[in-house]
C-alpha cells in the first residue's frame, strides 16, 4: 500500500518499531501497520453483513484474502500511499507549487479517516457479492412484496452499533496520527467532538424520518442512522463546526433510510444495510468535504490543502469502480470454483451448523443433522 521493497512482511521493521531510516517516521511503523490492519478489517466486516445469513464460510474467507492482500491495499496507494493511478493521476500527490499552471490541483483529492477508501470500498466489494449472491429466499415475493426477516437479536444489535460508535473514536481521533502536543490533541479533541455529534445527528433524523414514513419509531433504522452520520463525517471530521458536523451526519442519516428502502425496491438483498451505510453514505461523505476544507490557491499560484468537488467525485469513482470490478471478477470465480452459497435446506435451518458445527442458539432451536 505504501510501497518499497523494505516493508515487504514489515521485513525492515526492528524490535524497537524503527525502520532504521536516515529520517525517521513521526510515529512508529509498527502503529500504522496495526492501524491499517484495524481498516482493512473494516472493509472486509462490510461484506459480511451484506453476504450474511447464505454464502459459504469459506468462499467468504478466500475473498477476504484477495480483497484484503491486493485490492484495498492497490486503492490505498493511490490515496493514502501517494502512488499514481494506472500512471495516469496521483491522488495523493501534494499539491504542486506552480498550482495555477498545473491540471492536478483540480483533481485534489481528501479522505481523513476513510468514508470513500475504507466504507465505500468496503460497500464496493458488498455489492458485487450480493449481485452475484443473490437474495435470500423468501426475501422478495413474485408480486414485488418486500417480506421482512427480523434480526435475531434487537437488543445485542442496539449493544454492536454502541461498540461501533465508541470505536469510531479510535478510527476517526487516531486518523490525526498524532497526540505529542498540544495542538495535535486540541486536534484529536476536536475529530472526537464532530464525530460523536454526527453519530448523533445521523440517529435523530433517520429515527424522525422513519416515524414519518413508517408510524414507527423503527429501531434498525435509527442505529443505522447513527451509523451513516459516522460513516458521512469520517471523510473530515477535523475541519466541521459541531453544528456543521451534526448536519452532516444528519444527511446520512435521512439519506441511508431512502437508500435502504430503494435498494429493496431493486431486489438487493442486503440484510443489516451495510452497502446504504457504508456506500452511499460514504459517497456523501466525500462529496461533504470540500463545503469545510476547500483547495486553496494562493495569489503566487501555490495550492495548500484541502479537496475539490472534481477531485472528491474522479477519486469516489476510481476506488468504487477499482473494487467493484475486481470484487466481481473474484466473486464470479469463487462461485465458479467452488460455490458461494449454501443450499436451501442449509439457508434455512441456518449455517451455524452446517459450516461451523455449532448451533448459535441452543437453547432456542435444534438442527436435525442427517
Not at 253 to 258: A, D, E, M, S, T
Not at 316 to 340: M, N, R, Y
Request: aromatic share 12%.
Amino acid at each position: 500500500m505504501y510501497g518499497g521493497d523494505d516493508m515487504f512482511f514489515l521485513s525492515s521493521i526492528m524490535g524497537d518499531g524503527a525502520t532504521g531510516a536516515e529520517d525517521p517516521a513521526a510515529y512508529a511503523p509498527s502503529a500504522d501497520f496495526f492501524f491499517q490492519v484495524v481498516f482493512v478489517a473494516t472493509a472486509m466486516s462490510i461484506v459480511s453483513g451484506a453476504v450474511a445469513e447464505r454464502m459459504k464460510l469459506w468462499a467468504f474467507l478466500a475473498f477476504a484474502v484477495v480483497l484484503t492482500a491486493f485490492i484495498y491495499p492497490m486503492s490505498g496507494s493511490w490515496t493514502w500511499g501517494g502512488a499514481d493511478v494506472f500512471g495516469m493521476f496521483n491522488l495523493g500527490a501534494p499539491v504542486p507549487e506552480d498550482a495555477a499552471a498545473d491540471w492536478m490541483p483540480a483533481f485534489r483529492f481528501s479522505d481523513f479517516a476513510g468514508s470513500g477508501i475504507v466504507h465505500m470500498a468496503g460497500a464496493a466489494a458488498a455489492l458485487a457479492g450480493v449481485l452475484v449472491l443473490g437474495a435470500r429466499k423468501g426475501k422478495y415475493g413474485a408480486d414485488g412484496r418486500v417480506n421482512a426477516i427480523p434480526g435475531a437479536n434487537l437488543p445485542l444489535a442496539t449493544l454492536g452499533t454502541f461498540i461501533l460508535w465508541m470505536g469510531w473514536f479510535g478510527f476517526n481521533g487516531g486518523s490525526v496520527l498524532a497526540t505529542a502536543s498540544v495542538e495535535s490533541a486540541n486536534a484529536v479533541a476536536v475529530v472526537f467532538m464532530n464525530t460523536n455529534m454526527a453519530a448523533a445527528g445521523g440517529l435523530v433524523a433517520a429515527l424522525l424520518l422513519a416515524r414519518v414514513l413508517f408510524g414507527k419509531a423503527d429501531l434498525t433504522m435509527a442505529l443505522n442512522g447513527a451509523l451513516a452520520g459516522l460513516v458521512a463525517i469520517t471523510a473530515e471530521p477535523s475541519t466541521p463546526t459541531p453544528l456543521q458536523a451534526t448536519l452532516f451526519g444528519a444527511l446520512g442519516g435521512i439519506l441511508v433510510v431512502g437508500s435502504i428502502l430503494a435498494l429493496d425496491k431493486l431486489k438487493i438483498d442486503d440484510p443489516v444495510g451495510a452497502i446504504s451505510v457504508h456506500g452511499v453514505v460514504g459517497f456523501l461523505g466525500l462529496m461533504l468535504v470540500p463545503f469545510t476544507n476547500p483547495l486553496t490557491v494562493d495569489v503566487a499560484g501555490g495550492g495548500t490543502g484541502g479537496a475539490t468537488f472534481v477531485g472528491q467525485l474522479v477519486g469516489a469513482l476510481t476506488i468504487f469502480f477499482w473494487v467493484f470490478v475486481t470484487s466481481l471478477v473474484v466473486w464470479l470465480a469463487l462461485k465458479a470454483i467452488i460455490g458461494i452459497r449454501v443450499t436451501e435446506e442449509e439457508e434455512f435451518e441456518g449455517v451455524d451448523m452446517s459450516e461451523c458445527g455449532l448451533e448459535a442458539y441452543p437453547d432456542f432451536t435444534t438442527s436435525r443433522q442427517n
